[in-house]
């Protein structure tokens, strides 16, 4: 499985921007995610979408803001992120796993395949 992560830039405050991540491997019934991590801290759990048209899950800080979704016919998972903030500045990952269980879907060790990520900024 290989992952590769694009759509990050400079923004300002309250803009919105597309991540996109394309596959190649992962079949529609992996679990997609994105994670971050901002200089100096721990990387982070931002949204996930479970496999085969399963639920999406949103870290309490984006929800309302950042919609996950997947294109099965493009083998390629999005981001959609609006109105962002100067916190949501960071490197941004995607993840993917096939079997990953529900009370483990925040853990970036429950993912054994990764994107390169991609950096946003925003500008206050």
């Known amino acids: 499985v290989q992952l590769q992560a694009s759509g990050g830039g400079l923004v300002q405050a309250g803009g919105s921007l597309r991540l996109s991540c394309a596959s190649s491997g992962a079949s529609s019934r992996f679990t997609m995610a994105w994670f971050r991590q901002a200089p100096g801290k721990e990387r982070e759990f931002v949204a996930a979408?479970?496999?085969?048209?399963?639920?999406?899950y949103y870290t309490d800080s984006v929800k309302g803001r950042f919609t996950i979704s997947r294109d099965n016919t493009k083998n390629t998972v999005f981001l959609q992120m609006n109105s962002l903030k100067p916190e949501d500045t960071a490197v941004y990952y995607c993840a993917a796993d096939e079997r990953i269980i529900l009370s483990a879907l925040r853990e970036a060790s429950s993912y054994d395949y990764w994107g390169q990520g991609t950096l946003v900024t925003v500008s206050s």
């Open positions: 979408r479970r496999g085969n048209g399963g639920h999406t």
